[in-house]
């Protein structure tokens, strides 16, 4: 059994123990929802001050070029590049994940049919981010594509000579679950195939490497563990064998080859400056360059390989406490045990009241999320920059007595709200 003292002697021997500092976390609050939105860095409240009353203030336009605004996507995208096994030059920091999918997608689609016009499909798992799914919907029908939604397991059998692209989510937003991105990319290129990674639950969770595994496009969100704040930009990586052979959509004039010409015709910028699209939000790319810098404080701890072997020992140390301390109340195990196939979530099944048990849990300060389904889901993120062992008792003590008590079952916690 694993006892209270047991993971304060853990968190004693942690060696990334000090990032938590880097956090405003509310006194009382276990915070395990960074995988839907991080906490606030410290940092981010005075630098943002600083971009709004010195920079836009007193700088006025002269901050696109004074204060790094006009640089600041590619900036930042190569501190996004450190996290997923990309070069510097490589990715840009900007839009919404929902609007740089449409890019690449897009992208990745002209690519396949200007060679093979067979091939119609785009194939994805039906547990797939919804967003990711509607985007992916409407440029098919846009054109004249078809849409494919499979099970997991059901993927690899199916990509054939039809098969245009493969779009998947590296780490399933409902279950953990995470494929193996250079297995599932070199199936699909031996099919012919592209394939469109999302990491909005891999970026700063889990180690990714997008050159080791042969990847051809990959986005990511910038708002969840990267700690950037609510909406934060998102990010885009474009392989360079990739980035030249065709324009993005959304050809906006900063994604221009020369925006300040003015010229009347689009000419795209060289390699991924051409993911860009309009102007940059400058204060949202200012408050994730704050989020971002705690991964760089994270670098001279053992940077991405020991956060990912903190998250490991987090979510084992949770799943176990679960199965000790909360047993015979109806909870099941959606994420796997393998370490290679998990992410850094823990989520938990059951039939009946696991909106009200999460909602009774926020009301005692353990903050996780829920997702509906079969089974319905009661999704727990475990980000190792601020979360410690004890974190994990405490949370589970907290699950036992919600359990026990029935306190879940109060009208309070059955009441629907907006966001869940």
């Known amino acids: 059994m694993t006892t209270l003292q047991d993971c304060r002697a853990l968190d004693a021997r942690d060696p990334l123990r000090p990032l938590r500092d880097l956090f405003t976390l509310p006194a009382g609050v276990i915070y395990l929802d960074g995988n839907s939105l991080g906490p606030c860095p410290k940092a981010t409240p005075a630098r943002v001050a600083q971009a709004v009353q010195q920079e836009w203030g007193e700088g006025l336009i002269r901050s696109w070029n004074s204060a790094g605004w006009y640089d600041a996507p590619r900036r930042l995208g190569d501190k996004v590049a450190q996290l997923v096994g990309a070069r510097a030059g490589e990715v840009v920091c900007t839009d919404s994940t929902s ?65 245009a692209v493969l779009m998947l989510t590296h780490v399933n937003y409902r279950t953990g679950a995470m494929h193996d991105m250079a297995a599932v990319t070199r199936r699909a290129h031996e099919a012919g195939a592209l394939v469109v990674w999302d990491l909005c639950h891999s970026a700063g969770a889990v180690e990714v490497d997008l050159h080791a595994a042969g990847a051809d496009f990959a986005i990511g969100c910038g708002y969840k563990y990267l700690n950037g704040g609510p909406g934060a930009p998102a990010f885009a990586w474009v392989h360079p064998r990739h980035a030249d052979r065709f324009w993005q959509p959304l050809s906006g004039w900063w994604s221009h080859a020369a925006p300040f010409a003015f010229t009347p015709d689009y000419q795209p910028a060289p390699g991924i400056a051409r993911y860009l699209c309009g102007t940059q939000p400058i204060l949202s790319l200012t408050a994730l360059e704050c989020g971002l810098d705690t991964f760089l404080a994270a670098q001279p701890l053992g940077g991405m390989a020991a956060l990912r072997r903190k998250s490991l020992a987090l979510t084992d140390c949770f799943i176990a406490l679960v199965e000790e301390r909360c047993a015979g109340h109806g909870l099941g195990l959606a994420t796997p045990r393998e370490h290679a196939l998990r992410g850094s979530q823990v989520c938990l099944t059951r039939d009946v009241g696991a909106y009200a048990i999460v909602q009774a849990l926020i009301a005692r300060g353990v903050i996780g999320d829920f997702r509906a389904g079969r089974p319905d889901i009661l999704r727990f993120g475990f980000t190792p920059l601020y979360l410690g062992f004890e974190d994990c008792w405490n949370a589970v003590e907290h699950l036992r007595q919600v359990l026990e008590s029935g306190e879940w079952g109060r009208e309070e916690f059955n009441r629907q709200h907006a966001v869940t």
Request: charged share 30%.
């Open 99 to 163: 609007i740089n999918l449409f890019k690449v997608l897009s992208a990745a689609l002209s690519i396949v049919r200007a060679d093979q016009p067979q091939r119609r499909v785009v194939i994805s798992e039906r547990t797939n981010f919804p967003t990711d799914l509607y985007i992916a919907e409407g440029l098919c029908k846009e054109r004249g594509l078809e849409l494919r939604l499979l099970d997991a397991e059901e993927i690899a059998g199916a990509l054939g000579a039809d098969t």
